[in-house]
């Protein structure tokens, strides 16, 4: 809870950060969050969103192996009514460099989706960072289907 509370406040300090595109969110999240250096082993990053997509928080949701990490869609959903937030972005990396979701990334993403929507709470995107590469869902359309 505190680190929610603090990273909030030092986003407030400073102008919004508006993401656009998948782009947007994978350069602020390996700026601000996970930098390439970090990223041999998966990690999973919630972003928080107001209704603007100006990004008032994030939080670090799991730290993995090499092939794996946890999304607890229980945790999401916590931040995202801490934080406030009208929307969501997952973003978490695959250190083995293919950016292609596995069916278990595809069924964790419905997942969170459907449990954000009771709340009122858009799951915007889910991105997999892979070397130079990314995947969107929300791009490809993935969970749509």
């Not at 960072?129 to 993935?142: G, H, L, Q």
Request: charged fraction near 30%; glycine fraction near 6%.
């Amino acid at each position: 809870m505190y680190e929610i509370k603090l990273i909030r406040s030092v986003l407030e300090e400073g102008a919004p950060v508006k993401v656009t595109t998948a782009k947007d969110v994978v350069d602020y999240v390996e700026k601000h969050c996970m930098p390439k250096e970090e990223q041999w082993r998966e990690q999973a990053w919630v972003l928080t969103l107001d209704k603007g997509n100006n990004i008032n928080g994030y939080f670090l949701l799991s730290i993995g192996g090499t092939s794996s990490t946890v999304f607890d869609k229980k945790i999401v959903a916590k931040v995202a009514v801490d934080m406030v937030a009208d929307g969501v972005i997952l973003v978490h990396n695959h250190p083995s460099g293919n950016s292609k979701p596995s069916t278990a990334d595809i069924n964790q993403t419905k997942d969170v989706r459907n449990g954000l929507k009771c709340l009122d709470i858009e799951l915007i995107d889910h991105i997999i960072i892979a070397d130079d590469e990314y995947f969107s869902f929300a791009e490809e359309e993935v969970t749509k289907r």
